[in-house]
Structure formats: C-alpha cells, structure tokens
C-alpha cells in the first residue's frame, strides 16, 4: 500500500473535521492508499500546535507556501478562508500535489476558472468538499431521480437557515468581510444548495437575488465585551464598531436549462434554526424532501401509488443498499455530519488511486461560483442574469 503524505492548511472548525475525516477514511472503507497525517498549518503557532497534537498530525508548520515546497507531500487538503484558496490551489496544482479544497472554490467565478486551467494543465485530482452530496439521503435521492421516480423535473426548493450571528454583539469575524470570505451565507450556505441543485436537477441558466443585512455594524473581532461598558451615552462608540459589508440573507429565484424552476434562500438570521437545510423537489411523478436535521431520513411522494394509500413515506436512509451505509453500523444506527466528510475523502482516496475524475471537482465549483456572482450582479442590476455569462 502506497502512503500518500497529507498537508493540511487551516485547523479551525473544517480543519478540525478534515482531520477526523482523513483519519477515519480507512477505518470504514478499503482504501488502497494508506493517508498520512504530515503536516498542519496554520498562522498562530501555539495554536496550529495544539491542533497537531490533538487532531493526530506529525508536524505542524506556519507557513503554507512552506508545505508546498517540501517533495513528501502528495495531497494538499484546503481549509483556510476563501480568499486564499486560489493561490493555494494555484500553487500546489503547480507543484504536482492532488488538491481538496473547501467551498466556495473561490472568490468569484474568474478566479474558480483559473484553478480548474491550473489544476488540469498539472493533470492532479482536484476535488471540492461539498460535503452534502455524500449524505447517504441524498444521494439516495440522486439515484431515484435518475432511475426517473421523479418524472420530468418541474420544481427546486432549498432553504439553509441558520441564526448564529443574530445577536447585535457578534463580531466582525472573517465570515461577515466581503474582502476575506467573498460574501455572507451566500457564498458560505447558498453555495451548498446551488451544488446540490446542479447534482440533483442539472445546471441553472438565469437568476434574480435579493438581500440583505440586518445588522450594519458589529464589533471589532475582540472588543465585545469591552464595547458594553464603554458605550457613550447616545449608544455608539465607533471606535470599536466596524463596517459590515457582506449580506446577512440572500434569496434568489432560478431558471434550470431543462426547464424547471429553482428557489434559493440562505440567512443567519432564521432564530432558531441552527443548521436547517431542507430541500423539496416536485417532479411529474412525484417529490422528494429532505432536511439535513433529520440527514437519516428522505420523504417520498409517488403519484404511481393507490390513491387509497398515496402519501408520503419516510426512507430510514440505513439499509446496506443505500449508499456508503454498507461502510457503517446494521440498520437504523444513525450515522451524523463527519461521516459525510468521511464519505468523500474515501471517495477522494478512491479517485487519488484509481487516478479517475473527482465528483465534485474545480469544473462544478467554477460553475457554482458562476451562480452565486450572476446573483449578486443581479440584486445590484435588479434584474435577470445570465449565469455563463460570468
Ligand atoms: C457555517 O456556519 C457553516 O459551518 C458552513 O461554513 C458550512 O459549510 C455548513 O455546512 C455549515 O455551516
């Protein structure tokens, strides 16, 4: 067995679940490759330090252009805010390492382009981690829309709703500056139901989006509690205040080239949903509808059924023919978030090995981050975009 050195860039909440995921691969799935946990980086030394010791790394270093350097890695694993992950993409598809990369893929869809060129000039398996296609429930559901349970495709309906920066104390961290993550949940949630909307029904042609921020200006990251006791009287203190400058909701209407219609809405402001991704699709024949809160199950409506007994069922998504369940515990023990990162680094592994295209590669992020900029255009032109045409 071939061991593949592994470089991981970032070690906060995705570098923390890659780790899990790069680790637990060849426990639940014969891989033919054997990954190595090399090195870790990150910018603050006692803390990427820390997490090399407690997420099971050999080395950790601070320096990323450092671990592209270095001749015993193989595979860099990208983990880092969005804002750098073209040149680290860029860099290491140069240096001949396979790449996974989180989403967004990028900035914006000019810069995705340029890694997809990048990445197949070096003829390296690029990979994004749009985990939620490796929900058993929802590749389940992929299989049921092509085997055609679904008919012809009429409708799209995704939410992801989550409420963590509802409170107007809340720093300005990385996710809310539009110079670092590119934009708010648009970039961060819709990204996601865009990906599963391509996967599920095909590529979107023309949209039209509509945002907005709540809250305009939140604290510096650090100065939060400091803010409270040192308010003026008439409640400001813009010292401590800064600008914030992504959207904090955006919904969307979409066109499908094949001609069904999408509806797209991604907040942090939905109070109490944490981390609500439902998504319903309605076919000629019959729907699907899934909610990551319940990731076990799918709900199934056909028009095929005795109208006597047509309603809608509810697929326990754990049986060993349903897919990547075989890898995991006998029937109805749930399985939960990490596995579907789990899924798709054995996934990632089997393509390093068989030396075959990655699912979701830089093509299908480029093509996603064509959707989220036509959209952003579109609540500045307040009128339809085309999506190729970015
Ligand atoms: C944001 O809160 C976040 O962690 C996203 O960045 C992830 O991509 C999403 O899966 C869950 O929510």
Known sequence: MTDLNIGLIGYKFMGKVHSYAIKMAPFFFDIKINPVQKVICGRTEHLVKQAAESFGWDEYMTDWREVIKRDDIDIISIASPTLVHRDIAVEAAKAGK?????KPQ???????????EVAEDAGIVHMLGHNYRRVPALAQAK???????????????????????????????????????????????????????RFLVGDISTVVGMDKTFIKERPKPGTGEKLKTMLTADGQNSEHLEEVDVEDMMAFLARFK???????????????????ERIEINGSKGTLVFNFEKMNELYYWSNQEDLETQ??????????CHPYIEAYWPPGHLIGYQNTFVNEFA???????????????????????QVLDAVMKSTESKSWENVESF
Not at 356 to 366: I, L, Q, S
């Open 258 to 276: 094949d001609g069904a219609v999408g509806t797209f809405e991604a907040t942090r402001f939905a109070g109490g949903r944490k981390n609500h």
């Open 143 to 197: 299989k049921m829309i092509d085997e055609g349970k679904l008919g012809e495709i009429y409708h799209f309906r995704a939410v992801y709703l989550q409420d963590w920066i509802m409170d107007p104390e809340f720093p300005a961290i990385w996710k809310l500056k539009k110079d670092i993550a590119g934009s708010g949940p648009h970039g961060d949630l819709n990204a996601h139901i865009i990906d599963l909307a």
């Open 347 to 369: 996934d990632f592994f089997k393509y390093i090995d068989e030396g075959t295209k990655a699912e979701p590669n830089f093509y299908d992020g480029w093509k996603v981050n």
């Open 311 to 320: 309603g809608f069922k509810k697929i326990l998504v754990t049986e060993e």
């Open 106 to 116: 990028a900035m914006n869809a000019s810069e995705a382009k340029e890694m997809l």
């Open 98 to 102: 396979h790449i996974f990369c989180e």
